[in-house]
Each structure stands twice: as C-alpha cells, then as structure tokens.
T-cell receptor, first 109, second 111 residues
Framework: QKEVEQNSGPLSVPEGAIASLNCTYSDRGSQSFFWYRQYSGKSPELIMFIYSNGDKEDGRFTAQLNKASQYVSLLIRDSQPSDSATYLCAVRNTDKLIFGTGTRLQVFP | EAQVTQNPRYLITVTGKKLTVTCSQNMNHEYMSWYRQDPGLGLRQIYYSMNVEVTDKGDVPEGYKVSRKEKRNFPLILESPSPNQTSLYFC??????????FGPGTRLTVL
C-alpha cells in the first residue's frame, strides 16, 4: 500500500463546477496535510494546509480532513480553466513530507 | 524576493560524467531537501538536510551525494550519472515545520 494515494485522473469538470480531489494516507501518526498545485513543467506551489479534523476554507478552496478515515480532500468551487493542473497531496509525519503521485484536473470552458 | 534557485535548469550529459546541480535559498531556512519527479512515481525525496553539516538519506539516495557547508546552499552531486537518473529534480527549503518552498526545477537527461 502506498503511503499517500491519489487517483491519477484526469478529472474533467466544466467551468464553474466544483472539483473534488481526494487523498488517502496510511500512517495514522501523520500530523499535517498539504495540497500543492503543479502546472506542467513548473514547480509545486502550496495552496492549502490543514492540521485539524474538519474543513478549512480559503477563497475558492476548501480542504477537508478526516483523521479517523485517514482521508483528506480538496474542493475547488467555481472551477476555472486556469485551475487545470496536477494537484499533489502531501502528508507530514515528524520531519518527513510524503507526496502522492497527484491528480490531474482539467477544467473545460 | 524570497526564493529557491537551482542551476542549471536544463542539462544533457553522458553516462559517467560527474555533474553538480546547485541549489541556493535566501530565506535563512534550516531545512533543505532534494526530490526527483518521474511520471507515475510522483515526488520522491533523495536527500535532506536539517542544518549545516547535517544531511540524511531520503527514499532514493543511491547514486547521489549532497553537502551542506553553508546554510543557504545544498548542492546535489552525481558522481557517475546513469540513464536511470534522467528525471526532473527539485530543491526545496523550509523553516522548521512551516511551508516548503520549491525551486524551479532542473531537467536532467543522461545519455
């Protein structure tokens, strides 16, 4: 079992819709959770982080964490074509940051 | 501007020819690391450093060396590159457990 698992996609959504990206992790001791966005050929950039169970909202982005189910998700409201990218889930346990392989999101006009 | 820089950005080399990829950060971060990114395998950590003169292996250290003589620099050394080291490499830094900043990436091709 991979430590951090994501569906590779592509996930295709129409402009204006809600995109839902999911991630599961295997280590129950994981302490913090991150979502990075990566455009093709570019470096990852942090868009959200969450430490506690529940929801955290920042603009059009909402991160959701359920530690009991070892599940973290990212919702993107009012999706735009510029949101088309690969979204990487990352999980931290002590000093180590472990990345999933990413989900490719395509937002079509 | 706070940033992580890497050089070169693109490199094509031949098997066995030693190379160094430089990484520098201007944020006074203690923690620095190197990742490689391959299709279907995601980002995998090669080496990391908690502070000056402190380095440790990540998940895929074979064939790589690093050094941390100064806080701002963390070069990645390939003593004898092989074709399976063809990849996209990222350097990253962070302060403590805070957000991690990535460099722009180095695309390496080993023929």
């Amino acid at each position: 079992q991979k430590e951090v698992e994501q569906n590779s996609g592509p996930l295709s959504v129409p402009e204006g819709a809600i995109a839902s990206l999911n991630c599961t992790y295997s280590d129950r001791g994981s302490q913090s959770f991150f979502w990075y966005r990566q455009y093709s050929g570019k470096s990852p950039e942090l868009i959200m982080f969450i430490y506690s169970n529940g929801d955290k909202e920042d603009g059009r982005f909402t991160a959701q964490l359920n530690k009991a189910s070892q599940y973290v998700s990212l919702l993107i409201r009012d999706s735009q074509p510029s949101d088309s990218a690969t979204y990487l889930c990352a999980v931290r346990n002590t000093d180590k940051l472990i990345f999933g392989t990413g989900t490719r999101l395509q937002v079509f006009p | 501007e706070a940033q992580v820089t890497q050089n070169p950005r693109y490199l094509i080399t031949v098997t066995g020819k030693k190379l160094t990829v430089t990484c520098s950060q201007n944020m006074n971060h203690e923690y620095m690391s190197w990742y490689r990114q391959d299709p279907g395998l995601g980002l995998r950590q090669i080496y990391y450093s908690m502070n000056v003169e402190v380095t440790d292996k990540g998940d895929v250290p074979e064939g790589y060396k690093v050094s941390r003589k100064e806080k701002r620099n963390f070069p990645l050394i390939l003593e004898s590159p092989s074709p399976n080291q063809t990849s996209l490499y990222f350097c990253a830094s962070r302060l403590g457990l805070a957000r991690q900043f990535f460099g722009p990436g180095t695309r390496l091709t080993v023929l």
